[in-house]
């Protein structure tokens, strides 16, 4: 899930769906069928594996990445699928990965600390050692009056919460009924809230450049959380050409709380680290990664129905549950529907987005390059065939509904397509919204675009963009769940006689993400 603007979350209650819909016909025997073969002969495990031990972190345009999107083609192709490529969706800049990081304190007393390079830092070019200097405020002045003091030593930017209260909530949750009847609108933020939000952001650059500018061997930040977890992630960090950067690394809080403390206390800290990091510049343009089971339906076979995720992951673990999970989902889903010989009447069309983490540009250009610009409204044909798009990104949870977008005629629909799921725990239907991911770009140009409410279990807690990420913490149940729940929404909209209901066009307005920075 994208996270650039993680702080800019609005909630409300949830909007009663009151509706009243023709009779959806349920093919009884094919659901049957799709819950027999998603239960009891998944893959799950084996994709996870592919797409994470294997292929690594994903950021974007980095080799983990590629080695996803080349595994993600081969296995649609050995599905049997149609047209499976990565297909480019413009330039994105330079890929990135860490190649060798370490840190440790050397004097007063020898100890290794936990740490991982910021994506698209620089290299130390091998191990260095120096002692530590601490930055205790980030502000211009501040850092202006002693820079003479920064060049050659290791920056410690002192956070603004120096304290560790004890933490008595539960690591992983999962939607009580209750909970699940008040749903609100979830990661939504406004163009207003993303001025109020931006000189915020544009601060920390300028004082980052002034930081990288001081001579300082390398710059370390506290991770958000806590217990040796670190969040390892940039608000603006991707290049678009190879400009000069510092090393740069995330650090588990608790061993730079002992770095502060120390300095503090007046005892000297030298520290040894080897950040070794590298720019990959051979392919600059991003690629989307899609693949189709075609349909069958002489009047029907030009309208498509599509689902996804997003591919790119951040880097200090394998995302997977941010958005492993949603990808090896939507690809056990194509796999259930194409073993079972399925003829559908629409074009089915899974796609796994890049770019997302960075503002949701692999799906965001696949809709200009496809269906016209939010910005002007000025609709291309393929527009008019896309019956629905649905996404999966909110960790490794099961589905337990799903998020109408205000969309009052598919919720009763999504209603009707719930019941056979109410033993897996599935029913809620909320006219509600959620953000922050890749819906939001078919939303934004009019075409129906869904996320599913998920169980939350360790996604914010220990998972989202951490070095925890990894597969261990994939729920395979709540997997299977998931994908056979995928399997069967988009089969009952490829099957329909008619296209899933629209809700009025969007006014022409520019993409919240497009062209965030100036």
Request: glycine share 8%.
């Amino acid at each position: 899930m994208n996270k650039l603007f993680a702080l800019l979350l609005t909630t409300g209650l949830s909007a009663p769906v009151m509706l009243y819909a023709q009779q959806e016909a349920i093919d009884t025997a094919m659901v049957n069928r799709i819950r027999e073969e998603g239960l009891n002969h998944s893959q799950i495990p084996v994709i996870a594996h592919h797409l994470t031990d294997e292929a690594g972190p994903r950021l974007t345009n980095s080799p983990g990445f590629h080695r996803a999107a080349t595994y993600v083609v081969q296995a649609l192709q050995g599905w049997g699928l149609s047209g499976a490529q990565a297909e480019p969706w413009g330039e994105f800049g330079y890929g990135w990965s860490a190649e060798k990081t370490s840190l440790s304190m050397r004097t007063p007393y020898y100890s290794p600390l936990i740490a991982y390079a910021t994506p698209w830092s620089g290299s130390t070019h091998g191990p260095v050692s120096a002692s530590v200097y601490l930055v205790e405020k980030m502000d211009s002045a501040w850092i202006t009056s002693h820079l003479a003091e920064m060049k050659g030593k290791i920056l410690v930017i002192q956070p603004q919460d120096t304290t560790l209260p004890a933490n008595f909530k539960p690591d992983a949750t999962r939607y009580t009924d209750s909970a699940l009847a008040a749903i609100g609108d979830t990661y939504m933020f406004t163009k207003e809230m993303l001025k109020m939000y931006l000189p915020y952001i544009l601060k920390n650059m300028m004082l980052g450049k002034m930081l990288s500018a001081s001579g300082a061997v390398a710059i370390l930040h506290a991770s958000a959380h806590r217990d040796g977890t670190v969040l390892a992630q940039t608000m603006s960090g991707w290049r678009v050409k190879d400009q000069p950067a510092a090393p740069d690394l995330q650090v588990a809080r608790e061993d730079l709380l002992r770095l502060m403390r120390l300095v503090h206390g007046g005892v000297p800290v030298t520290l040894e680290l080897q950040s070794d990091t590298k720019l990959y510049g051979q392919h600059l343009q991003g690629s989307n990664v899609v693949g189709e089971i075609p349909g069958t339906d002489p009047t029907l076979k030009s309208e498509v129905v599509m689902l996804g995720g997003h591919l790119d992951s951040w880097t200090a673990g394998t995302g997977a549950t941010d958005n492993g999970a949603g990808c090896i989902v939507a690809l056990e889903a194509m796999r259930i529907l194409k073993t079972l010989g399925i003829q559908p009447k629409r074009t089915i069309r899974i796609a796994l987005w890049d770019g997302e983490e960075e503002g949701l540009y692999g799906s965001f250009h696949y809709i200009r390059n496809h269906f016209g610009d939010p910005a002007d409204m000025k609709l291309k044909p393929e527009q008019s065939r896309i019956s629905a798009y649905y996404n999966l990104d909110n960790g490794s949870g099961k589905i337990r509904g799903i998020f109408a977008q205000g969309n009052e005629q598919a919720a009763a629909i999504f209603k009707q397509w719930f019941v056979p799921f109410h033993d897996l725990g599935a029913a809620t239907v909320t006219l509600r919204n959620t953000g922050s991911t890749d819906h939001l770009s078919f939303d934004a140009i009019g075409i129906p675009g869904f996320q599913f409410i998920q169980d939350q279990l360790d996604y914010e807690t220990r998972t989202h963009h951490t070095n925890e990420d990894n597969y261990d913490h994939l729920q395979m149940d709540d997997l299977r769940q998931a994908a056979t729940i995928l399997a069967s929404f988009v089969y009952f909209t490829a099957m329909r006689p008619q296209m899933m209901p629209r809700k009025p066009l969007p006014k022409p307005e520019k993409f919240i993400f497009d062209d965030i920075f100036p």
